[in-house]
Structure formats: structure tokens, C-alpha cells
């Protein structure tokens, strides 16, 4: 049966990554973008990274941040993985050695059309997963959700990379995005929160509840 992974984003507490794990969390997220309420220090983000077992992925989330900020996260918190949620080249997500995924904001300028986006995620030819969030004004983590019709061209592609979903997931809507889409993993934030950077245990299971459904019933229709 094929597994769709699940990252919840956007941790401050403890207790919350432990709910999240205990809930089937296949990535932890680190947000370190200033203007985010879930940003965290290096200090407090090591901390945090010290809570996740072995085989929960680490991932560190930043916004058009210049190298020397980047080296600093990557050797506090030696995340598995980059997640890169502005507008960077793929030259500088490769800067850094680490395996990166990329975001790209549907809808924002240059990114309106089915055509343009695949264009852009064919640029990030070498990043280890497209990762698809709304157009909206900040650079993520709205709870906003797109129209996933416009990833048909780029699912379609015979070199996509790994299908991240993301923007506006919760537990109503997740199967029915999964259902829609097909992705390889989902990623949310505020759909898991009671507020922002605040974890929501009950709504991380019930949201891995769904997913682990969608999985079943995928796995059903194969047999
Ligand atoms: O979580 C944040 O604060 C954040 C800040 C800046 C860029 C991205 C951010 N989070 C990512 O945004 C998407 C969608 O989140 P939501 O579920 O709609 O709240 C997700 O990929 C987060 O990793």
C-alpha cells in the first residue's frame, strides 16, 4: 500500500512535537522566517530538533534568506531537509548541500498560468519535492487553501519531482484533497493549530486519521 507522508509545520512546544509523532508524523517543520509567529532562535529550534526520534524527518523552513543565515540554521539545527518558501533561485536552494524542497506559491505572479508553474518547478529539476501553497500576502502558513486543478499539468510531468501538498489543509478537507490530487505528502500548519505556533493533538491524529483512510481506500481501488 502506498503511504502518503504527512509533515506538520510550524512547531513551538515540545509537547507538541511529541503529539505530532505519536500521531504518525513522518516531518517536523521549523519555521525561521521573522515575520512568521512560529518563527524560533537557533537555540530554541536546536531544542526542539533534540525532541524528534530517529526516522522523523527534520525540516527547516526559510524565506529568501542570504547564505551566511542559512549556514548558521543548518549547523545548529542540522535539519534533513530545507524547505525553501520565497523566491529563491534553484542555484541558491543548492547551495547549501542539503537535500531541499521547494515551494512554489500557486497564483503569485509568474506562477499564474499551468504552464509557467510547471516551468518553474522544471528549474528545481534537483530538489527532492515540489511543494504547492497558496498565493497569498505574507510568504505561507495562511490556511488558505488554491484550486488544485492547476497542479493537473505538473503531476502530469514525466520528470516531477515528489507532489507536496499544502495551503489551508484540515481535517474536513484533507481526503478530499488527497482523493483530488494524489500527492506524495501533505504539509500543514494553521490547519492543526488552536493558534498560531500552538499544535492541536486532537486535530494532528484525527488530520492522520484521514490521510491514513485515503491511503485505503487508494490501496481498495488498486486490487
Ligand atoms: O508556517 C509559517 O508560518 C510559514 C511562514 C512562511 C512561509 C511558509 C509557512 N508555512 C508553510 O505554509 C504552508 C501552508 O500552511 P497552512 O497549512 O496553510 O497554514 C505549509 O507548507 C507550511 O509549511
Redesign the pocket.
Known amino acids: 500500500m502506498s503511504r502518503t507522508r504527512i509533515?506538520f509545520?510550524?512547531f513551538t512546544r515540545e509537547a507538541d512535537i511529541d503529539a505530532a509523532v505519536a500521531a504518525g508524523a513522518d516531518a517536523i517543520?521549523l519555521?525561521f522566517?521573522p515575520?512568521?509567529?512560529?518563527?524560533l532562535t537557533l537555540e530554541r529550534a536546536a531544542e526542539l530538533r533534540r525532541r524528534v526520534p530517529a526516522f522523523v524527518s527534520v525540516?527547516a523552513?526559510t524565506?529568501n534568506e542570504d547564505e551566511g543565515r542559512l549556514r548558521e540554521i543548518a549547523a545548529a539545527v542540522r535539519p534533513d531537509l530545507l524547505?525553501f518558501?520565497?523566491d529563491e533561485s534553484p542555484e541558491a536552494c543548492l547551495r547549501q548541500g542539503l537535500p531541499y524542497?521547494r515551494?512554489f506559491r500557486v497564483g503569485a505572479p509568474g506562477l499564474d498560468t499551468p504552464d509557467a508553474l510547471l516551468e518553474s518547478c522544471l528549474a528545481h529539476e534537483l530538489a527532492a519535492g515540489w511543494?504547492f501553497?497558496?498565493h497569498?500576502t505574507?510568504?505561507?502558513?495562511?490556511?488558505?487553501?488554491f484550486d488544485w486543478s492547476s497542479l493537473t499539468a505538473v503531476a502530469r510531468s514525466e520528470n516531477a519531482r515528489p507532489l507536496?501538498l499544502?495551503?489551508?489543509?484540515?481535517v474536513a478537507r484533507v481526503r478530499q484533497a488527497l482523493a483530488e490530487v494524489r500527492p506524495y505528502a501533505v504539509?500543514?500548519?494553521?490547519?492543526?493549530?488552536s493558534e498560531?505556533?500552538i499544535k492541536d493533538a486532537g486535530k494532528m491524529r484525527q488530520f492522520a486519521e484521514q490521510v491514513r483512510r485515503h491511503d485505503e481506500d487508494a490501496a481498495r481501488e488498486t486490487t
Open positions: 509533515k509545520c510550524g517543520g519555521v522566517y515575520a512568521s509567529k512560529r518563527c525540516v523552513l524565506v524547505q518558501h520565497g524542497l515551494a511543494l501553497d497558496s497569498s505574507g510568504y505561507g502558513g495562511s490556511g488558505r487553501s507536496v499544502s495551503g489551508g489543509l484540515h504539509d500543514v500548519s494553521s490547519g492543526v493549530e498560531p505556533g
